[in-house]
């Protein structure tokens, strides 16, 4: 199954695209995780990257297009995948109707308010991808998947995060007229516990976990 995640940023997309991609076995592929590792090991890429990511606004989509388009190409996406975080702008979408079928676009619907408040307590992994939250009980400064350090991510900076959220509604937020046209979409309640919401997007997509 070929499914997007859209959504604004901590809308939980990345949360939730592990937990689905673990149930159904299928690969995540987070453009935003492809660039912070581009920038990370200081590809071409990612220094074209850098100043857009660290400013809130999106990369170019000549930039984001072929990188998702050699990404799908691997051979471990033959039986689906996430994409969470791509398309972006309606451009990013036509462009993938040329090389991909999607079958479902999972909306994950949450307030603007609620999200300034995840996104300045989220703290990440940069080896093994994993996102946790500051007021998660138990919570340490260690990953508790691998044990290295989690950290504030650049961009989760509150004024950059206004950005993001402004950047969404303008660029981004088409998409959901889009997909809705295509018959695609499956809004769920993104303010919710997360095992809710889970099940809620396992049900929306005729799944089992
Ligand atoms: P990207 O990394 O994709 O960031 P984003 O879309 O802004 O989304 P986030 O990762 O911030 O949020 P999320 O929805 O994954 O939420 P999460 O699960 O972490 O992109 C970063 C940048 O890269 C962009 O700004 C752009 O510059 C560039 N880029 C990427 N893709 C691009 C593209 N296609 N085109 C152009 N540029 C692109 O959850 C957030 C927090 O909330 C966490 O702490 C989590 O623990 C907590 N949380 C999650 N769910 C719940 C819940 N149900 N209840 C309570 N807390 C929760
Ligand atoms: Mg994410």
Not at 96 to 108: K, N
Not at 148 to 162: C, F, G, I, S
């Amino acid at each position: 199954m070929n499914i997007i995640f859209l959504g604004p940023p901590g809308a939980g997309k990345g949360t939730q695209a592990q937990k689905i991609c673990d149930a159904l076995h299928i690969p995540q592929i987070s453009t935003g995780d492809i660039l912070r590792r581009a920038m990370k090991e200081g590809t071409e890429t990612g220094k074209k990257a850098k100043g857009y990511i660290d400013a809130g606004q999106l990369v170019p989509d000549e930039v984001i297009i072929d990188i998702v388009k050699e990404r799908l190409a691997m051979d471990d996406c033959g039986n689906g995948y996430i994409l969470d975080g791509f398309p972006r702008t309606v451009p990013q979408a036509e462009a993938l109707d040329t090389f991909a079928t999607i079958d479902s676009v999972i909306e994950l619907d949450v307030a603007d308010e609620v999200l300034v408040n995840r996104l300045s307590g989220r703290r990440v992994c940069l080896a093994c991808g994993h996102t946790d939250h500051i007021s998660r009980d138990g919570y340490t400064e260690k990953c508790p998947k691998c044990g290295e350090p989690l950290v504030q991510r650049v961009d989760d900076k509150a004024e950059t995060v206004l950005n993001r959220l402004t950047v969404y509604h303008a660029q981004t937020a088409p998409l959901i007229g889009y997909y809705e046209n295509k018959g695609l979409l499956k809004k769920i309640d993104g303010a919710q516990g997360m095992d809710n919401i889970t099940s809620a997007i396992l049900n929306a997509l005729g799944a089992k976990a």
